[in-house]
């Protein structure tokens, strides 16, 4: 499940690229490596970033506030299954809490506020999504 906040065909940017396009927020840098499930680095798979921004937004719930695309990005992995970016720190947020999902969260005691995160898709050939 992939959320309302998911984009189709965000920009491709080079590892290292900025994916703040508002400069606000602290900064981040995110690093990670895709790997198959015996530890091979996967070279040329696809990493689909998404997320909030310091005020707990996407850029689809404000825009003309923050930029198209502002905090997403797409990169590709190197030969040794490597990417990085530079960001800014997420912010966590509530999900809507009236009708069923709030009557559900008040049944397990649980409240509306999701933690901060970065979301990833990620994609290479010969390997499930």
């Known amino acids: 499940i992939l ?3 998911y984009v189709e065909n965000p ?3 080079d590892n ?3 994916i703040c396009l ?4 602290q900064p981040l840098v995110v690093r990670g490596r895709v790997l198959a499930a015996d530890g091979t680095p996967i070279a040329g798979a696809t990493v689909d970033a998404w997320q909030t921004n ?3 937004f996407y850029d689809v719930q404000q825009p003309g506030t923050q930029p198209a ?3 997403r990005g797409i990169f590709t992995t190197d030969a040794e299954g490597r990417y990085h970016f530079r960001s800014v720190k997420p912010r966590d947020y509530p ?3 009236d009708g069923p999902v709030g009557q559900l969260l008040r049944a397990m005691g649980r409240g509306p506020n999701r933690a901060a995160h970065i979301h990833f ?3 290479a050939p010969g390997f499930a999504e």
């Open 54 to 56: 310091d005020d707990g």
């Open 22 to 25: 508002d400069g606000k927020g």
């Open 11 to 13: 920009p491709r940017h």
């Open 69 to 71: 695309m502002n905090l």
């Open 95 to 97: 999900i809507p809490d």
């Open 121 to 123: 898709r990620v994609k």
């Open 3 to 5: 959320g309302p906040f």
């Open 16 to 18: 290292g690229a900025n």
